[in-house]
């Protein structure tokens, strides 16, 4: 399987030689876990397709921080040597990816200064869009946030049709499902998208960003600049 990810493909040729041995194909199935909370980590993954979801809370409280793709990797902390995170990441978009054992990519970063640069800058980056996640959750209205989701969702994957379910997206937002079923008829009333049953089409990209207005754009730039990763954006 070649590999489609950006971060890995990203690294310098003897960077990729020196961790492509280590790396294991794998498939990630709906809800496969990625981390779990408060234990350590026993991998990082790298996504070729599909998107996994980190959630912070517990229960009743839980929201989804952030989201992942082919763009980065899961088990940031391995490359800030925090060895684990109280939150926890599964896979909320199937998918398939290369993993890596965390002592291997220790190991590796520790022989390498610039594959630890690299994956240093990811997570920089990746915080700076759990960072606007929390902005967006406390700042801006249901159809924004939706917009934005859906954007970021479209900018990891191939094409214009996400899988996910209305009572999926009211979990990870906070929201009730009723909420979101009503921001989804708002959307499709607008020609942005077409929403069947665990299936949304994006049809007009532009209009979705002017929903999303300033809430979407500012981690999509920075990744860009530390990273090189550009979404459909």
């Given at each position: 399987?070649?590999?489609?990810?950006?971060?890995?493909?990203?690294?310098?040729?003897?960077?990729?030689?020196?961790?492509?041995?280590?790396?294991?194909?794998?498939?990630?199935?709906?809800?496969?876990?990625?981390?779990?909370?408060?234990?350590?980590?026993?991998?990082?993954?790298?996504?070729?397709?599909?998107?996994?979801?980190?959630?912070?809370?517990?229960?009743?409280?839980?929201?989804?921080?952030?989201?992942?793709?082919?763009?980065?990797?899961?088990?940031?902390?391995?490359?800030?040597i925090?060895?684990?995170?109280?939150?926890?990441?599964?896979?909320?978009?199937?998918?398939?990816?290369?993993?890596?054992?965390?002592?291997?990519?220790?190991?590796?970063?520790?022989?390498?200064?610039?594959m630890?640069?690299?994956?240093?800058?990811?997570?920089?980056?990746?915080?700076?869009?759990?960072?606007?996640?929390?902005?967006?959750?406390?700042?801006?209205?249901?159809?924004?946030?939706?917009?934005?989701?859906?954007?970021?969702?479209?900018?990891?994957?191939?094409?214009?049709?996400?899988?996910?379910?209305?009572?999926?997206?009211?979990?990870?937002?906070?929201?009730?499902?009723?909420?979101?079923?009503?921001?989804?008829?708002?959307?499709?009333?607008?020609?942005?998208?077409?929403?069947?049953?665990?299936?949304?089409?994006?049809?007009?990209r532009?209009?979705?960003?002017?929903?999303?207005?300033?809430?979407?754009?500012?981690?999509?730039?920075?990744?860009?600049?530390?990273?090189?990763?550009?979404?459909?954006?």
């Open positions: 399987m070649q590999i489609q990810n950006h971060l890995l493909s990203s690294l310098t040729e003897s960077d990729r030689a020196a961790i492509q041995p280590h790396l294991q194909a794998v498939e990630l199935p709906v809800r496969y876990m990625l981390e779990a909370p408060d234990k350590p980590l026993c991998h990082a993954y790298f996504l070729d397709c599909g998107i996994g979801s980190m959630v912070t809370g517990d229960g009743a409280h839980e929201i989804e921080a952030g989201i992942v793709g082919r763009d980065g990797m899961t088990g940031t902390a391995i490359a800030l925090a060895v684990q995170c109280p939150n926890k990441t599964f896979m909320q978009i199937a998918g398939q990816g290369w993993r890596i054992e965390a002592a291997a990519l220790l190991t590796q970063l520790q022989k390498s200064p610039s630890h640069r690299c994956f240093l800058r990811y997570a920089f980056a990746f915080g700076v869009q759990t960072a606007n996640t929390v902005l967006v959750n406390a700042k801006a209205r249901l159809d924004a946030r939706l917009a934005r989701w859906l954007l970021m969702a479209n900018d990891r994957i191939d094409g214009d049709r996400i899988a996910i379910t209305h009572e999926f997206l009211s979990r990870m937002l906070a929201v009730r499902r009723a909420g979101v079923t009503t921001t989804m008829a708002s959307l499709v009333d607008r020609g942005c998208i077409t929403a069947a049953r665990g299936l949304i089409t994006i049809l007009d532009p209009g979705l960003e002017k929903v999303a207005a300033c809430f979407y754009g500012v981690p999509e730039r920075e990744q860009l600049r530390l990273t090189g990763w550009r979404g459909k954006h």
